[in-house]
């Protein structure tokens, strides 16, 4: 593994861990947070203590901004298969909702792609009404590779995911909470204290009862493994492809990956034509 942490865990007590993500200008995720991610939940995993695990942002503005379209592809593609047999990336998103803690999102800022991804992984969403939540893939010739698929499809229905993913637009916090793609939206500077206290009370009841509740949800809501690698299979086909390469040209030259550039309303500017 290399580069510098990304994720600051603070151990606000054996039963309550906080994890504050943060990477670059705009939290984008690459090859190492890939590896990073994979040693973070296999250290959730092994506290037998843990009950509740809250992930939060460094950046106000973006939560995780989305996939590094400008990292090294021949690394994550060399990357050796996990023990569940998934590419590292895969696994990562399989096993996460799977970890026996309870697992929150605070969400301030956008979180889009394999940023939603990771949002999605989580067992709670909560969102401040700045958030900004999508699947921008198909906008520039990509299936999305975390199985966004399957759990939005679960998750909101069928109608609703389809409207998500093919859109490729963005879905702002009051929007998301509607379709139920984040739990419930706070007023602007109530987030952090909600998220909070909702997560210390969690991590103060029995934790056999909290662990095993989850699992037996999971059971009847979490996709098959298999999807997964089905998932990430099709973005490896789809993504990088010649013939979309002026797609994510446009949108590098608007400013994609920069703080104040086409990133702020990327959904809308996916939607407008090249050329126009």
């Not at 979180?111 to 939540?133: C, H, K």
């Not at 550039?261 to 809308?268: K, Q, S, W």
Request: proline letters at 7%; charged letters at 25%.
């Amino acid at each position: 593994m290399s580069g510098e942490t990304q994720f600051d865990v603070r151990e606000i007590s054996p039963s309550y861990w906080r994890v504050t993500f943060s990477n670059g200008e705009i939290n984008l995720i690459d090859p190492d947070t890939i590896e990073q991610l994979a040693e973070l939940i296999t250290r959730i995993e092994r506290a037998p203590e843990l009950t509740v695990v809250v992930f939060r942002s460094a950046n106000p503005d973006f939560f995780m901004a989305h996939y590094d379209m400008l990292a090294d592809r021949s690394r994550v593609a060399a990357m050796k298969p996990a023990a569940s047999g998934l590419h590292p990336y895969a696994d990562n998103v399989y096993r996460l909702a799977r970890v026996p803690a309870v697992t929150v999102s605070e969400i301030n800022g956008r979180a889009r792609g394999a940023g939603s991804e990771f949002a999605l992984a989580t067992d709670i969403r909560f969102a401040g009404p700045g958030a900004v939540l999508g699947h921008f893939e198909v906008g520039v010739g990509s299936v999305p590779g975390g199985d966004p698929t399957g759990r939005l499809a679960r998750m909101l229905g069928r109608g609703r995911a389809l409207e998500i993913l093919l859109g490729a637009d963005d879905f702002p916090a009051d929007l998301a909470e509607r379709y139920g793609y984040v739990n419930r939206v706070l007023p602007d500077g109530e987030l952090e204290d909600f998220v909070d206290g909702f997560a210390r009370r969690i991590a103060g009841f029995d934790r056999t009862a909290v662990r095993e509740t989850k699992s037996l949800v999971d059971a009847v809501t979490e996709p098959p493994v298999e999807e997964f690698g089905a998932a990430l299979s099709a973005f490896f086909r789809t993504s990088g492809r010649p013939e979309n390469a002026h797609r994510v040209e446009r949108l590098l030259e608007a400013g994609l990956q920069q703080p104040d550039g086409v990133e702020i309303d990327l959904g809308r500017r996916i939607g407008v034509p090249p050329g126009t």
